[in-house]
């Protein structure tokens, strides 16, 4: 699978993005999505993630209720929506692709970057005060 991100950019605090990965390859509702970030000289986080049919879906707690992540089947995409942005959620943006076969084990992992197998490029969010 490669991951294709983009819709980043720069952005007043308050305002919305919406990031778009697009994934290559037949088997893209194989795999579990999420959407992580890393901020200069910071660790890479993980924001948001969502399972194979799209029926679960979670999140970083201080992007609960502002950032929305879904997919899009037919179109081989995953989206991050991104409302009432703030400062800290300045960073570059990755999304990943993890546990085909509908593996179980995404529900208590869903968390932990290294449990995904393939990375998108990444896509700058830049949120002015």
């Known amino acids: 699978v490669q991951l294709q991100a983009c819709g980043g950019g720069l952005v007043q605090a308050g305002g919305s993005l919406r990031l778009s990965c697009a994934a290559s390859?037949?088997?893209?509702?194989?795999?579990?999505m999420g959407w992580f970030r890393q901020a200069p000289g910071k660790e890479r986080e993980f924001v948001a993630a969502?399972?194979?049919?799209?029926?679960?879906?979670f999140y970083l707690v201080s992007v609960k209720g502002r950032f929305t992540i879904s997919r899009d089947i037919a179109k081989n995409t995953v989206y991050l929506q991104m409302n009432s942005l703030k400062p800290e959620d300045t960073a570059v943006y990755y999304c990943?692709?993890?546990?085909?076969?509908?593996?179980?084990?995404?529900?208590?992992?869903?968390?932990?970057?290294?449990?995904?197998?393939?990375w998108g490029q990444g896509t700058q969010v830049t949120v002015s005060s």
């Open positions: 990943a692709a993890g546990w085909g076969s509908s593996d179980s084990s995404f529900y208590s992992h869903y968390h932990k970057a290294d449990r995904y197998n393939y």
């Open positions: 390859g037949r088997t893209f509702s194989s795999y579990a």
């Open positions: 969502i399972s194979w049919g799209g029926d679960g879906t």
